[in-house]
């Protein structure tokens, strides 16, 4: 059955290279859509490139042909920019005001009355990634749906935890024991282990015997942990996944590093307490760089005063209170002389990481799941010869509008790299913030 799908700005600005998601079904672009993304195209921020980047590439395929006729896309179908299916008349018996969402709406709608006469009508769907937007269009009876192809896991699938449990004979636990080491294949699984994925066994017998193994960087072998037992800077891990996230972040033969879970686990603690660690004590890296996307949760306050240090500082709070308890400061303004004493201890916004090549530094990216895929590589990309990034996050607390729990930059990474022995991944579980912190992540 062939469709027509009716793309909303937002689906455009979320990911520009949407045009070409839809298989051999037609692409409609309405004019309206054309004129927001022009709105959007000088802003300095990812929206704005996506806008830029829509824009060149509906020019490059003006030369296919003119556009509000039709032009055959690589794989099939046509993408149209249209111009003469803008009647409100129909919208306007449900929603009299003349808005751009409900003058998308009447494009969807005009295409879906036109369809009905004939004999194998095509099916109209309206996709965006506007909730009321989508609502409306069901009031309206048109086939509505969310952008899902730039998810990197799809419905149902569970995003990878870095982790897993087995039941097994008591024997087998007790040969790891023995022999420090137990290869894969004893396990006789039917689910793939990936490189550095923490794996506990325990007693289907039901006893109390278990052990906490890693998976070797060649996916062969089941390895104890080797970093995680002693205090880092004061911090001791408090549950199986700290130990695992602390088995991550002080490995030297691990460059790329992931910390997933709820607000209140430790993810941004510990990885400060291993970057002092190995700039601090172990001189391994030359510094210790701490960044995070500047995006605000609710209203934003605005332009603030002040030098660049002033201006960032209401957005860096949350590592300088995780840096003060490391410290153990006393007073207000303590930790800024202890920073700028040691020097080699560096807290910016994201903006000033792009363009940068970092060689021999421990970066920690925090608040990662508010960046965009391509704001990930190019984070990434810049990290140079004998650096360590950490990218720390939440993908269920996203404050990026065109981002969801399966779209954003963060889990992308995840999910692309878990196969490589270069990197690791673990989700932290268990909060340990506080009693009220846990379940209020829990409840609420």
Do not use: C
């Amino acid at each position: 059955m062939s469709k027509i799908f009716v793309l909303d700005t937002n689906v455009l600005l979320h990911d520009p290279n949407a045009i070409f998601a839809f298989a051999t079904h037609d692409v409609i672009i309405p004019a309206i859509v054309l004129e927001e993304i022009d709105s959007k195209k000088r802003n300095a921020d990812e929206i704005g490139r996506n806008a830029r980047t829509v824009s060149r590439l509906l020019d490059s395929l003006r030369e296919l042909g003119h556009l509000h006729s039709g032009v055959t896309l690589p794989h099939g179908g046509k993408l149209k920019v249209e111009l003469n299916h803008r009647s409100f008349a129909k919208v306007q018996e449900m929603f009299d005001e003349i808005t751009n969402d409900n003058r998308l709406l009447a494009v969807a709608l005009n295409y879906h009355m036109e369809q009905q006469p004939l004999e194998q009508p095509a099916v109209v769907v309206l996709v965006s990634k506007d909730v009321l937007v989508r609502i409306k269009a069901d009031v309206l009876g048109l086939h509505t749906e969310d952008y899902l192809s730039d998810r990197t896991v799809q419905s149902g699938e569970q995003l990878y935890a870095g982790q897993l449990t087995f039941f097994v004979h008591p024997s087998i636990i007790d040969e790891f024991y023995t022999y420090r080491v137990l290869l894969v294949k004893r396990l006789a699984l039917n689910t793939k282990l990936y490189p550095h994925e923490f794996v506990i066994l325990k007693d289907e017998m039901g006893s109390s015997k278990s052990a906490l193994t890693k998976v070797s960087a060649d996916g062969n072998k089941l390895e104890p942990l080797h970093f995680s037992s002693d205090p880092v800077w004061g911090i001791t891990a408090r549950n199986a996944q700290q130990r695992m996230a602390f088995e991550l972040l002080l490995n030297d033969d691990i460059p790329l590093v992931t910390l997933s879970g709820k607000a209140g686990t430790g993810k941004t603690l510990l990885t400060l307490a291993a970057g002092l660690l190995k700039v601090e004590d172990e001189h391994k890296y030359k510094k210790l760089v701490i960044a995070r996307p500047v995006v605000p949760m609710g209203k934003d306050i605005g332009y603030l005063p002040g030098e660049k240090e002033e201006k960032l500082r209401p957005w860096m709070q949350p590592i300088y209170d995780n840096l003060e308890y490391l410290f153990d400061t006393k007073k207000s303004g303590d930790i800024e002389k202890i920073l700028l004493g040691m020097g080699n201890i560096q807290v910016e916004a994201l903006t000033y990481i792009r363009g940068r090549s970092i060689p021999g530094q421990f970066i920690i990216i925090d608040e990662a799941q508010n960046l965009s895929k391509h704001e990930v590589k190019t984070i990434v990309t810049r990290v140079g010869e004998g650096s360590k990034i950490v990218l720390l996050g939440d993908p269920e607390q996203i404050d990026h509008p065109y981002l969801d729990s399966a779209s954003n930059g963060l889990t992308y990474l995840i999910e692309r790299f878990k196969q490589e022995s270069i990197s690791g991944h673990i989700t932290l579980e268990k909060g340990e913030r506080s009693r009220l912190a846990q379940l209020a992540a829990d409840l609420l």
